[in-house]
């Protein structure tokens, strides 16, 4: 972190200053606050060894302006403006063409597309780096814009609704819970995940990625996904810390509710893989599947219940448009009016912003593989 960084990046451009209501909401959360300023400190550390500081500033701030992050964009401009300019060149082209595609379009980021970067000079790691930072800066761009509605629409918890007292019934078309919903190319099955890169052999890992991969998954160092991603150790390192502390602090949103938002961004970005996974962890949490075949068939609209439809169609929205999101007068109505608290709203936001990162690791750096 530079001198002219603030201490933490989100409070300066949302802005909450401290004591601010939004503020003390915000640092409820206070580990995915500690670990989003370390992701945004790992990825442009001006020692980090590999592609150059210029480089990736310029590449974050193509993202933030596609992505309508205006605050962000200028934050980023305004580094860069203090280096020299990186040199034209085939590398820089390949590096700004893949952010271009995976800012507003990411699940056009497919293999040919990534395997362009080694191509032009990139080391795996290098990819690595990129690739976290595209994922990293749409996460930002989300987690401002859903801050920003909360501190101009100002807080105050919303009257709690009443939960519908009728028995669920099974809807008699659909498999039951457990069984594999298969809906427009999107299930609930489990499946692999492939890596377009060359993955760490684990027996060469050193103690410090053996560390930090037992700590991001009990699973990670059997998975392609983690064994790219820990090229770049530091950088896995706090992406785990924000995605473990968003998926499952404890209070707010429920966690099936955490998983029903997943699975929509999954959905309306593309991603196979992850919206398989979060299906099936929203259906075994929730035992039932009817809202996921609704997202699966048509995201737009869904959830079977008014709570179910606030949170399907805040995920489309800040997922879709995040500047009108963080603009709109009334993007968080329907969520108080479905009787969601501020902490729960908080949680939703978070939850909604880092399948934005998500899904750009899983569809961008590999593939689903079933069976």
Request: hydrophobic fraction near 50%.
């Amino acid at each position: 972190m530079t001198e002219s960084t603030p201490l933490d990046l989100i409070d300066a451009l949302v802005p909450l200053p401290t004591g601010d209501a939004a503020h003390t909401l915000r640092h409820q959360r206070d580990k995915v606050v500690a670990a989003t300023q370390g992701s945004y400190d790992a990825v442009f550390d001006p020692a980090l060894p590999g592609l150059g500081l210029a480089e990736r500033l310029q590449a974050a701030h193509t993202v933030a302006d596609l992505s309508g992050g205006a605050a962000l964009a200028a934050h980023y401009a305004k580094r860069l403006a203090t280096l020299p300019a990186p040199a034209a060149s085939p590398q820089l082209d390949a590096v700004l063409e893949f952010a271009r595609t995976l800012a507003v379009r990411p699940v056009e980021g497919d293999r040919e597309s990534l395997l362009r970067l080694p191509q032009a000079g990139l080391s795996p790691a290098d990819v690595v780096t990129l690739a976290q930072l595209i994922a990293l800066v749409a996460y930002q761009v989300r987690v401002v814009a859903g801050l920003q509605a909360l501190a101009a629409q100002g807080l105050g918890d919303a009257a709690p609704v009443a939960a519908d007292a009728s028995p669920f019934v099974h809807p008699a078309h659909l498999p039951p819970p457990g069984e594999a919903l298969r809906i427009n190319g999107y299930t609930s099955e489990t499946l692999g995940w492939k890596a377009w890169l060359p993955v760490l052999d684990v027996a060469q890992a050193t103690p410090r990625q053996k560390e930090i991969l037992q700590a991001s998954h009990p699973k990670a160092a059997t998975s392609d996904y983690y064994l790219t991603l820990i090229q770049q150790p530091e950088i896995l390192e706090q992406r785990s810390t924000v995605f473990n502390a968003i998926m499952y602090a404890p209070g707010g949103l429920s966690r099936a509710e955490r998983e029903l938002a997943s699975a929509v961004v999954s959905r309306v970005n593309g991603c196979v893989y992850c919206a398989a996974v979060h299906a099936q962890r929203f259906e075994q949490l929730a035992k039932r599947n009817d809202v996921i075949a609704q997202v699966f068939a048509e995201p737009q609209g869904a959830g079977t219940n008014a709570r179910e439809r606030a949170i399907v169609q805040a995920a489309i929205d800040l997922t879709r448009a995040p500047a009108a999101f963080g603009a709109g007068a009334d993007s968080l109505a329907g969520l108080r009016a479905a009787g969601l608290g501020e902490l729960e709203i908080l949680d939703l936001v978070h939850a909604i912003a880092i399948f934005a990162w998500a899904n750009r690791l899983m569809l961008n750096l590999g593939e689903p593989v079933r069976g």
